[in-house]
């Protein structure tokens, strides 16, 4: 299992900004996935970060965007950059822990820019 | 590319009763994972249950438990005597195991229990 802590919960941002999020997981895994929620629909994974190697984004999203962070095997960083209202979302990392185990999830970032 | 459908964007149920939540799913791999979470108000999501598709036997966890339909590809989760604390979006979820893991989510269904 793994417990991922996810800071902040939540925060309102004026547009143009950036907001880092940060995921503490309590043990060592390789890959950390970054999502995007808008209210009321699925996740929709941004991009996937290893530890010494650039992360992988999906279709859709860039490095300029949402540059990603993944200094160890046990935190990382997504920065949402120049903040426009489109943003405003809530944004879960997420770790699988073992080839063969469930995903675990950050408690969610709840994002708004005004 | 796998996908996981939810045909039933919503449902309510009366407490005590019991409901059934749909799910789909394609792929050609015939070794994988499928999973339900809860998503409640807080955010948090929270592992329901989970099926290995090597298993026939389907899955259960005190109220909760599934149809797992391997040919048909479904994989419906049940559940029982419905509280009011089940209230909330669950998400069906595969994962094929080994090499480049990645998860697939369906688009969720939310679910409402009506006292």
């Known amino acids: 299992s793994a417990v991922i802590s996810q800071k902040p919960s939540r925060d309102i941002c004026q547009r143009g900004t950036s907001l880092t999020i940060q995921c503490q997981v309590d043990s060592q895994v390789t890959m950390m996935f970054w999502y995007r929620q808008q209210p009321g629909q699925s996740l929709t994974l941004i991009a996937t970060a290893n530890q010494g190697s650039e992360a992988t984004y999906e279709s859709g999203f860039v490095i300029d965007k949402f540059p990603i962070s993944r200094p160890n095997l046990t935190f990382s960083t997504l920065t949402v950059s120049n903040m426009s209202p489109e943003d405003s979302s809530i944004y879960l990392c997420?770790?699988?822990?073992?080839?063969?185990?469930?995903?675990?999830f950050g408690q969610g970032t709840r994002l708004t820019v005004v | 590319a796998q996908t996981v459908t939810q045909s039933q964007p919503e449902m309510s149920v009366q407490e005590a009763e019991t409901v059934t939540l749909s799910c789909t799913y394609d792929t050609s791999e015939s070794d994988y994972y499928l999973f339900w979470y809860k998503q409640p108000p807080s955010r948090q999501m929270i592992l329901v249950i989970r099926?290995?598709?090597?298993?026939?036997q389907n899955a259960t966890e005190n109220r909760f438990s599934v149809n797992f339909q391997k040919a048909a590809k479904s994989f419906s989760l049940k559940i029982s005597d419905s509280q009011l604390g089940d209230a909330a979006m669950y998400f069906c979820?595969?994962?094929?195991?080994?090499?480049?893991?990645?998860?697939?989510f369906g688009t969720g269904t939310k679910l409402q229990v009506i006292p």
């Open positions: 997420s770790v699988l822990p073992g080839l063969n185990t469930e995903a675990f």
């Open positions: 099926q290995e598709a090597y298993k026939q």
């Open positions: 979820a595969y994962i094929k195991p080994g090499g480049y893991q990645k998860v697939t």
